[in-house]
């Protein structure tokens, strides 16, 4: 199972966070995932985490449509499909000072 979670490639704004909340319906709407879960301020971009969990097949199909969405990290999409999983962090480290903070509950 897996619980799905993306790393967006968009800056900061308003604009990115829209643009990412009508792709997360979109596929909501879809049935690839779930309709719930927040979106977090990572520093220079946005992270997603979904509250729904999801069976091999569906979470490939959720990165699938992300890498077709535009609007995600395609290396961090690589790196998941390569390691079998997904992982994002939720605190600061040295590199990335900034801790995440929730700006979208959907």
Known sequence: YHIPMI??????????????EH????V???GIVGK??????????Y?????QILVQEGWLKFL??????????ERYVGHRLIENCGELRLSACP????????????
Request: with cysteine.
């Open 7 to 20: 790393d967006f490639s968009l800056r900061p704004s308003w604009e990115s966070i829209s643009r990412i």
């Open 23 to 26: 792709f997360l319906r979109t």
């Open 28 to 30: 909501g709407e879809e």
């Open 36 to 45: 719930k879960g927040v979106i977090l301020r990572s520093g220079r971009s």
């Open 47 to 51: 992270h997603f985490y979904s509250a």
């Open 64 to 73: 699938g449509q992300c890498l077709l969405s535009g609007l995600v990290d």
């Open 95 to 106: 590199l990335r000072p900034e801790t995440p903070k929730v700006v979208s509950i959907l």
